[in-house]
Nanobody, 123 residues
Framework: QVQLVESGGGLVQAGGSLTLSCAASGGTFSWYRMAWFRQAPGKEREFVAA????????NYADSVKGRFTISRDNAKNTLYLQMNSLKAEDTAIYYC????????????????WGQGTQVTVSS
């Protein structure tokens, strides 16, 4: 059974940086696409970034392009999200997801989800 455990969230001032981690276990992740989604209070869950594990190719939401970087460490089976130049509107619970679907910007492509980690950006 695939398990995903996020960490690294916290409170940061606008303009600051955070790095989120997602430790993955229970699967062969070279077969998977993995992604970060986020959900702010009162809003729907939205796509942030995705990576095709085997290739390393990435995809970003326009709202984070140039500020966030998704990456993975094959040896550690860990997914990362480096977040720079954070804005108040980045405040949300961030979720790690893994799956084999093709539509990597949509939640339906992912079968497994972590519990989420809170990111709060103060302005």
């Amino acid at each position: 059974q695939v398990q995903l455990v996020e960490s690294g969230g916290g409170l940061v001032q606008a303009g600051g940086s955070l790095t989120l981690s997602c430790a993955a276990s229970g699967g062969t992740f070279s077969w998977y696409r993995m992604a970060w989604f986020r959900q702010a209070p009162g809003k729907e869950r939205e796509f942030v970034a995705a990576i095709i594990w085997s290739e390393g190719s990435t995809n970003y939401a326009d709202s984070v392009k140039g500020r966030f970087t998704i990456s993975r460490d094959n040896a550690k089976n860990t997914l990362y999200l480096q977040m720079n130049s954070l804005k108040a509107e980045d405040t949300a619970i961030y979720y790690c997801a893994a799956g084999r679907g093709w539509e990597i910007r949509f939640g339906d492509a992912y079968n497994y989800w972590g519990q989420g980690t809170q990111v709060t950006v103060s302005s």
